[in-house]
């Protein structure tokens, strides 16, 4: 059941859950924050998002599934655990530099920011992930029904068994009840 207080409170409260995760991961350098933490912040959001609209309404409204965005993230780390071997230095190296940009002063850049960002991709990605697959595993015991993997019903979207082939279900072994 999706409540209507629910979904327009979380219409008000995403946005801002965004920006104090962003926060958090800029943040981080100077004082308690950082990738982790950001990333924990989104991941968050993104429970709040999917508990207010349910998992498939929520997937339509956000472009980017959280699998990519783990995916994506932990390319970035890889790359900046690597990139520094390629230069001949130690791994995970960082870097930084200053510059003056008009309107906003003397910037200065790190390459610990661009860790942090996959960081953060990889902590809310995954937690998001594993938060949506069990939300959907569990949804129809909250109804009232039983849950996915009791019933031997595949417990991913993408249609992968939840049980392998052999091991029996708490009504029998597969093929039992009409089973494919």
Avoid at 152 to 175: F, I, K, V, W
């Amino acid at each position: 059941m999706k409540s209507m207080l629910l979904q327009e409170l979380a219409a008000l409260i995403l946005p801002l859950a965004i920006l104090f995760g962003i926060a958090l991961t800029l943040k981080g350098h100077d004082a308690p924050g950082g990738g982790f933490v950001g990333g924990l912040s989104l991941a968050v959001a993104g429970v709040l998002g999917f508990s207010a609209w349910g998992t498939r309404a929520f997937r339509a409204r956000v472009s980017l599934s959280p699998e990519s965005v783990a995916l994506v993230g932990a390319l970035i780390l890889l790359a900046c655990a690597g990139l520094p071997l390629l230069a001949g230095e130690p791994m995970l190296t960082q870097r930084s530099a200053a510059f003056v940009l008009p309107l906003l002063g003397k910037v200065k850049l790190q390459s610990a920011l661009v860790f942090d960002a996959g960081v953060v991709m990889v902590v809310g990605g995954g937690l998001a992930t594993a938060a949506i697959w069990l939300w959907d595993l569990a949804a129809p015991a909250l109804s009232g029904g039983e849950p996915a993997l009791s019933r031997g019903e595949p417990a991913l979207s993408r249609g992968e068994p939840a049980l392998s082939r052999g091991e029996e279900t708490p009504q029998g072994p597969p093929g039992s009840r009409g089973d494919r």
